[in-house]
């Protein structure tokens, strides 16, 4: 089972949105409903920003938000701030024998 | 509040054991499904198992099936990782995760919590 493929890097100003891209195939992302999202700050353990494709946790920004559309899904940070600076990490439900495959990662810089 | 306070991480030989565990608080636990989640410093995260929330029903990555077990002691709020057999590509950081679903499966579910985790180091 591979990685999902998320760009390495992503990058915008203060105000801007950018997306973020996970690409997987129609056993993974395609086939079901059950893609989450992640922020890690360095040093610290994964947070929650957005599961179900696109369900935002209670106590998430509303800046975050989550989509999908055939094997590729997307997360959104509109109005980027400082603290959004991190690395995000998607993951999906799979039919393989190993259920679960995270992304490859981004980190995000705030410009 | 959740937390989930994971130990037993440690140096060890190649094809030596290790046992992790963790303790959660803050939630009922034998309502949810719980998971064992992974990262090599400075590198990606990698899923590495799940368990239903009465222990009966388990999954694990093709990359430590039949050398790790998963299991769980709901009367001490405890989950656990045997990991026997251990090798060099095991070195990682070890995050105990709690599911989100209040379903009981690890199946079709998510990550809500996770623990601050403990390191695994696996070296002659």
């Known amino acids: 089972q591979s990685a999902l493929t998320q760009p390495a890097s992503v990058s915008g100003s203060p105000g801007q949105s950018i997306t973020i891209s996970c690409t997987g195939t129609?056993?993974?992302?395609?086939?079901?409903?059950?893609v989450s999202w992640y922020q890690q700050h360095p040093g610290k353990a994964p947070k929650l920003m957005i599961y179900?494709?696109?369900n935002r946790p209670s106590g998430v920004s509303i800046r975050f938000s989550g989509s999908k559309s055939g094997n590729t899904a997307s997360l959104t940070i509109s109005g980027l701030q400082a603290e959004d600076e991190a690395d995000y990490y998607c993951?999906?439900?799979?039919?393989?024998?190993?259920?679960?495959?995270f992304g490859t990662g981004t980190k995000v810089t705030v410009l | 509040e959740v937390q989930l306070v994971e130990s037993g991480g440690d140096l060890a030989q190649p094809g030596r054991s290790l046992r992790l565990s963790c303790a959660a608080s803050g939630f009922t636990f034998d309502d949810y499904a719980m998971h064992w989640v992974r990262q090599v410093p400075e590198k990606g995260l990698e899923w590495v198992s799940g368990l239903s929330w009465n222990g009966v029903s388990k999954g694990y990555a093709d990359s430590v099936k039949g050398r790790f077990t998963i299991s769980r002691d709901n009367a001490k709020n405890s989950l656990y990782l045997q990991m026997n057999s251990l090798r060099a590509e095991d070195t990682a950081l070890y995050y105990c995760?709690?599911?989100?679903?209040?379903?009981?499966?690890?199946?079709?579910?998510?990550?809500?919590?996770w623990g601050q985790g403990t390191l695994v180091t696996v070296s002659s």
């Open positions: 129609s056993s993974d992302v395609g086939a079901y409903n059950y």
């Open positions: 993951i999906s439900y799979t039919t393989s024998v190993t259920p679960y495959v």
């Open positions: 179900d494709v696109s």
């Open positions: 995760a709690k599911s989100g679903r209040r379903s009981g499966s690890y199946t079709g579910n998510y990550i809500d919590s």
